[in-house]
């Protein structure tokens, strides 16, 4: 993520929050709370930025309110500073852009990060992550170096396993995976490691069922 962008939506969290004047003036305008950062929770620099945007319309009521311009902490050299962010079109259409470059991989990375069996989810969501950012409104040569920079980590932690969950897990089945050849392989070599050979027939017969 972006430093400065991430810095300018703290700031304007730490500002409002630390002055009891502009938290309770803040709550007049919108029903939601700002995320304060919290180091040991998930992609809340995401997060934070996120409900920013959320409530970005609010925060512009807010610091162009009277109360707001009036007060003098306002006119503080942060107060400035984060008044201009709020109102500045070039922030908010920043913050959007990385919304919709990161939000799928939080929404991942939170779905490997639960309870629930995923390994074959994972497979699946890495796929529409690529294609997700295939469809991104910018630069070819961004796209290619997002692309590469997700793969890249994808190459650094996949596992065979993780093709053939993807492949067995029934809410994908009939997707076709078996015309996948990087899936395909996967599968086999989990075969060959977990399967005893004078089994392989039996199990190769279910599985062509099974698809």
Known sequence: M?????QKGRD????????????????EFAKKELLKYVE????????ILHRL?????????????????????SRSHLGIEVTSCVLSSDFWEEVELLISIVGPINR?????????????????????VIEHIQGLDLDESKITSLKEMCIKR??????????????????FQGKGQERDREVVRGWEKVLDRLIPMENHCKVIFLFNMYL
């Open 108 to 128: 991942m990375m939170r779905l490997v990060d639960g309870d629930t069996p995923c390994m074959g989810k994972v497979y699946e969501g890495m796929d529409r």
């Open 53 to 73: 945007f959320n409530m970005r319309h609010e925060l512009r009521q807010l610091v162009v309110s009277s109360q707001w311009v009036g007060w003098e902490n």
């Open 154 to 171: 994808w190459d650094q932690f996949h596992v065979p396993l993780y093709a053939a969950a993807y492949i067995l897990d029934p809410e």
């Open 40 to 47: 040991t929770r998930f992609a809340y620099n995401f997060l």
């Open 2 to 6: 972006d430093r400065t962008m991430i």
């Open 12 to 27: 304007i969290v730490t500002f409002i929050y630390r002055q009891h004047y502009f938290l309770a003036l803040y709550r």
